[in-house]
């Protein structure tokens, strides 16, 4: 079992940064893709990014490229998001998800991720 532990997230005012962070434990080995999504209150959990653990290929959402980069780190299970040029249409709670098994449903429905994070709340104030 994966287990996800996040860390990071705040508040901060338009144009600052961020760095989400989300440590995973357990057996970690069969993990075929880890991801960020939010969710702000009345509205869908939405994909931000994602990363394929095989070869590193990364995917964004439209509202954050260029401003987010997702990445991982190896030797310590750890997923990071760095959010950069934040906006206030940025606020919401932050959730890590990891996929153990590949599929072929978009990297953005969150159906396929079978261990998700705790979440931890991003504020960002205009």
């Known amino acids: 079992q994966v287990r996800p532990v996040q860390s990071g997230g705040g508040s901060v005012q338009a144009g600052g940064s961020l760095t989400l962070s989300c440590t995973t434990s357990?057996?970690?080995?069969?993990?075929?893709?880890m991801g960020w999504f939010r969710q702000a209150p009345g509205k869908e959990r939405e994909g931000v990014a994602v990363?394929?653990?095989?070869?590193?290929?990364?995917l964004y959402a439209d509202s954050v490229k260029g401003r987010f980069t997702i990445s991982r780190n190896n030797a310590n299970n750890t997923l990071y998001l760095q959010m950069n040029s934040l906006k206030p249409e940025d606020t919401a709670m932050y959730y890590c998800?990891?996929?153990?098994?590949?599929?072929?449903?978009?990297?953005?429905?969150?159906?396929?991720?079978?261990?998700w994070g705790q979440g931890t709340q991003v504020t960002v104030s205009s």
């Open positions: 990363i394929y653990t095989a070869d590193n290929r990364v």
């Open positions: 998800a990891v996929a153990t098994i590949s599929s072929i449903q978009r990297w953005t429905n969150p159906g396929i991720y079978n261990y």
């Open positions: 357990g057996y970690t080995h069969s993990t075929y893709s």
